[in-house]
């Protein structure tokens, strides 16, 4: 799901202005070292004939990819006003959650503060995926991780998802979202409104991951729309000072509980919730009551 985002989004910050990508490491980061021409840790061989192609990626430490980006925001401001250059950029951090929730979190909300022209894209993929799966701020209740494991003593992770999307509004990200590729009109709307500016747009992307979440190769498109339609990722849009919107979460609280467990069943990270029908029940409505609880909230933090 990440590389399909990333593909994407190459195609929509491809409007007529160069775009300057940094990336903290991540499996994002990982995926794109690979790509030639980029500046990878120094290894970069950018010549000004190639900064005129239609992007670059600064590959920079985990947890302050935000505040990178805001460097060259005012560098590539700085140079156009002074006419050394002849255009505006995009500029557009990239991250996990767990680079940008948990250990990247301070650099995340002093960027939404400072108010830097820039887009933030983060990855949720609730888990820190490449070094071996680890919990994050975002992992579902009951989810099996590196350190959540599932066992005789613990059902595994037992904290509810931190509200990012609420941090982010009330933080005071001028443009919030969050959208999948996988309702790709969706997904272009975010990122076409989050290039706009002129304040810190936060663009939230659910990713299923097959090797953290254990789920069969092809699912992946699935698993999102399951996730998003039974509520754990609402697609979500609010512009500062405009009421926002909550879509494509399911109705029914039944119709909700139907699909919450399809999308369990379909994962072994959730293997231990469904062994056995009373179980399973109870952990369902363990997920449920925090989905219409954050539902709720995200309905309020619409209309501020
Ligand atoms: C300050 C710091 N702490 C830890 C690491 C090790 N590290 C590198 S990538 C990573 C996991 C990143 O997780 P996330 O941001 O969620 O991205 P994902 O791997 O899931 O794409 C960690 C812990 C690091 N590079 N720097």
Redesign the pocket.
């Known amino acids: 799901m990440?590389a399909t985002a990333l593909s994407n989004l190459g195609k929509i910050t491809d409007n007529g202005k160069k775009t300057i990508f940094t990336i903290?490491?991540?499996?994002?980061?990982?995926s794109t070292l690979a790509w030639p021409g980029t500046v990878a840790w120094g290894r970069g061989n950018e010549t000004p004939a190639e900064f005129e192609k239609s992007f670059s990626i600064i590959h920079n430490?985990?947890?302050s990819a935000p505040t990178v980006a805001e460097a060259v925001r005012d560098v590539s401001d700085l140079l156009y006003e002074t006419g050394a250059f002849p255009y505006k950029v995009n500029v557009v951090s990239n991250?996990?959650?767990?680079?940008?929730l948990?250990?990247?979190l301070r650099s995340l909300l002093h960027t939404i503060h400072r108010r830097s022209n820039i887009m933030v894209i983060v990855?949720v993929?609730e888990?820190?995926?490449?070094?071996g799966f680890?919990y994050?701020p975002t992992s579902n209740l009951f989810a099996d991780s590196a350190t959540t494991p599932a066992g005789s003593l613990f059902p595994g992770n037992l904290e509810r998802p931190i509200d990012y999307l609420s941090l982010a509004v009330t933080a005071g990200a001028g443009f919030v979202a969050q959208a999948s590729p996988a309702f790709p009109q969706d997904f272009a709307q975010a990122v076409a409104m989050g290039l706009e500016g002129p304040h810190t747009s936060v663009i939230f992307v659910p990713?299923p991951?097959i090797s953290?979440w254990k789920f069969e190769d092809g699912k992946t498109a699935e698993l999102a729309r399951l996730g998003i339609r039974c509520g754990l990722y609402p697609t979500f849009f609010k512009e500062e000072g405009k009421e926002g919107i909550v879509k494509r979460v399911e109705e029914s609280h039944e119709k909700r509980k139907e699909l919450l467990l399809q999308f369990l069943s379909e994962q072994r990270r959730f293997a231990h919730v469904l062994t056995d029908a009373a179980k399973a029940n109870q952990m369902t409505l363990s997920i449920l009551a925090w989905i219409h609880e954050h539902l709720d909230r995200l309905q309020k933090i619409a209309k501020l």
């Open positions: 990440e903290g490491t991540s499996c994002a980061e990982v430490v985990f947890e991250s996990g959650d767990g680079g940008a948990a250990i990247g990855m993929n888990v820190f995926a490449n070094t680890q994050a990713s991951c953290g």
